[in-house]
């Protein structure tokens, strides 16, 4: 019979607390009183001993950890269930620490799924707004986003397909734009730098229709390769 480490059981499945250190910490009379309703009974130093594989299901049944509780899931939704069924359970041969580890990490990925999936819905609930109160800013937010997750170079093909995208969309030549506009400024009495500074970005933020559009194609993006 298979006999395992009686701190390893007891951290695995729970029997632990915080100390004010700081440090986890086995709660031994917890263990020892269940161990003791088993009618089995261990002497110190506790973290040296070791109990047959039949005491490590029977202090599974009793602990209250979230790893413990599926594991009990396990027992009584699938392996009680297939003996009923056939009279026997056949799996790949493990140990019952084994059998924990697998149950631990099973947690561990439904945890990272699930924070996978809290953070593609912030994603969203963050490219979704439709008319922020800064709209240059927001834009600028989404699309530096977009540039550290995707790359310098990448990012700049991004750029230049969401100006053609809106191009479609909305009817309009955003170079012409920019053209008539650099016109003006230098007609004005605009400086140099001015001038060359002045950026498509800037006729989209002058025109309400296209920065709607553009701020739905932004967020498109950004739910593509952000969230």
């Known amino acids: 019979m298979a006999h395992l480490n009686l701190e390893d059981v007891a951290k695995g499945l729970g029997f632990t607390t915080i100390a004010t250190s700081g440090n986890e910490c086995v709660r031994w009379s917890r263990v020892g009183e269940y161990l003791s309703s088993f009618g089995y009974s261990i002497s ?10 039949k005491l490590f299901y029977r202090l599974a049944m009793k602990a209250k950890s979230e790893t413990a509780e599926r594991f009990q899931a396990i ?7 297939q003996i009923r069924k056939t009279g026997k359970y056949i799996t790949k041969p493990v140990t019952a620490l084994e059998a924990l580890a697998q149950t ?3 947690l561990q990925e439904q945890e990272r799924r699930m924070t996978q999936i809290e953070t593609t819905q912030q994603a ?4 979704v707004v439709s008319e922020p109160d ?3 800013e927001d834009i600028n937010r989404k699309m530096n986003k977009i540039a550290q997750t995707i790359g310098v170079n990448q990012y700049r093909e991004v750029r230049s397909e969401s100006y053609k995208l809106l191009e ?25 730098t001015a001038i060359k500074n002045t950026r498509k970005i ?26």
């Open 44 to 53: 110190e130093p506790y973290q040296d001993a070791y109990i047959p594989e």
């Open 75 to 81: 027992v009584a939704d699938e392996i009680l269930r």
């Open 104 to 106: 631990v990490q099973a």
């Open 124 to 127: 969203i609930k963050d490219a």
């Open 134 to 136: 800064n709209w240059r």
């Open 168 to 192: 479609q969309r909305a009817g309009v030549l955003l170079e012409r734009r920019l053209d008539n506009k650099k016109a003006r400024l230098l007609k004005e009495g605009a400086s140099q």
């Open 202 to 227: 800037d006729i989209i933020d002058e025109d309400k229709k296209l920065r709607e559009i553009y701020g739905k194609i932004v967020s498109e993006y950004f739910i593509k390769y952000v969230a």
